[in-house]
């Protein structure tokens, strides 16, 4: 989940319900879309949330779509 249009390559805008985070607090869901980092990898199906202050990606859900991922101590690459 992502609370920044910009990041977005293409976004459907579309209000449908919200997200609950791990203190009960909630955001509310503006759309979604795919995004795509410099090396054109394609992510689908994210989605655009009011208010979220950091990309959120869930690895289980990105190896489901079979990318790969791999994580060190400076950081995680997918």
Do not use: H, P, W
């Amino acid at each position: 989940m992502i609370g920044d249009k910009s990041k977005f390559v293409s976004l459907q805008e579309k209000e449908s319900g919200t997200i609950t985070y791990g203190d009960n607090n909630k955001g509310k869901i503006l759309g979604s879309g795919t995004i795509s980092n410099s090396s054109n990898t394609l992510i689908e199906d994210v989605l655009y949330v009011e208010g979220v202050k950091y990309n959120l990606l869930s690895i289980s859900q990105l190896c489901d779509k079979n990318f790969n991922a791999s994580f060190n101590n400076e950081c995680c690459l997918v």
